[in-house]
Nanobody
Framework: VQLQASGGGLVQAGGSLGLSCAAS????????VAWFRQAPGKERAFVAV????????DYADSVKGRFTISRDNAKNTVYLQMNSLKFEDTAVYYC???????????????????WGQGTQVTVSS
């Protein structure tokens, strides 16, 4: 199984950016797919998660109302649309996939078996 994250870049504060996570090697009908981010000197932190089968989602408080996670069944791809970006959103963003439906442990990195390589998002103030 491979997850390929893409779409990062440099954007001014207040701008928008969209990330993609393309999955190959299996379908994710019984999986959760999430985005995490890691800023320099900080631990990897939960951003958003989506339940593949129902598109039910959840977000970190810091991105609620600004970020939207979605998925495309046909393309086996998960997206993260990021609007109203802030300087503190600067980080390497990772997508991850883990078996199961529950969101109880969705904010823990240990809940995910598969990880993408990460894509840099830099927001200039």
């Amino acid at each position: 199984v491979q997850l390929q994250a893409s779409g990062g870049g440099l954007v001014q504060a207040g701008g928008s950016l969209g990330l993609s996570c393309a999955a190959s090697g299996r379908t994710f009908s019984s999986y959760r797919v999430a985005w995490f981010r890691q800023a320099p000197g900080k631990e990897r932190a939960f951003v958003a998660v989506i339940r593949w089968s129902t598109s039910t989602n959840d977000y970190a408080d810091s991105v609620k109302g600004r970020f939207t996670i979605s998925r495309d069944n046909a393309k086996n791809t998960v997206y993260l649309q990021m609007n109203s970006l802030k300087f503190e959103d600067t980080a390497v963003y990772y997508c991850a996939a883990g078996a199961g439906y529950s969101f109880v442990d969705a904010k823990n990195t240990g809940a995910y078996e598969y990880w993408g390589q990460g894509t840099q998002v830099t927001v200039s103030s």
